[in-house]
């Protein structure tokens, strides 16, 4: 059998699923705490109090180099770290369509499934066809280690 043409009709309610199920992806990451801003403290270069949870061991700071990154596919987390040391946590989903980013390079987190690429250092959306940036993931560095929290 040869592959019948996809219909204008088909392609449009197509893009019309892709679009609700954009923006509820959206909306539920808007929603989520890790989208609440957190005391100077929590931030990764607050280098205040430790949180009283103690928060869940990503990885020693050594494994994220200096302006790359690391992804931590089973945490669905990836680690970004400036050439000033900030590092920065963001959800290793893309806001595609859920795949896990690939890499990170050349100041990118590249998702490989469809090519978007995300501000290593803000998870904003650099080129799509991703349109909403990746989720901030709460981090902190001590003693040399990066934690959630």
């Known amino acids: 059998m040869s592959p019948q043409p996809i219909s204008r009709r088909a392609t449009l309610r197509g893009l019309a699923v892709s679009l609700v199920g954009a923006v509820g992806g959206f909306v539920v990451a808007r929603n989520s705490g890790a989208a609440t801003s957190k005391g100077a403290t929590t931030a990764a270069n607050g280098y205040g109090a430790a949180p009283a949870s103690g928060g869940k061991l990503l990885a020693p700071l050594d494994r994220v180099p200096p302006g790359g ?17 900030q590092v920065n946590g963001f959800s290793a989903v893309c806001t595609h369509q859920g795949c896990t980013v690939g890499s990170v390079s ?27 940036p990746l989720p ?5 560095v001590r003693a040399n280690d990066v934690y959630t929290g």
Request: aromatic share 2%; glycine share 18%; charged share 10%.
């Open 69 to 85: 990154g690391l992804i931590l596919a089973s945490d669905k987390i990836v680690l970004t770290r400036g050439t000033g040391g």
């Open 106 to 132: 050349g100041g990118a987190i590249i998702c490989p499934c469809h090519g978007s690429r995300f501000d290593a250092l803000t998870g904003a959306v650099i080129s799509g066809p991703a349109a909403v």
């Open 136 to 140: 901030r993931i709460p981090v902190s």
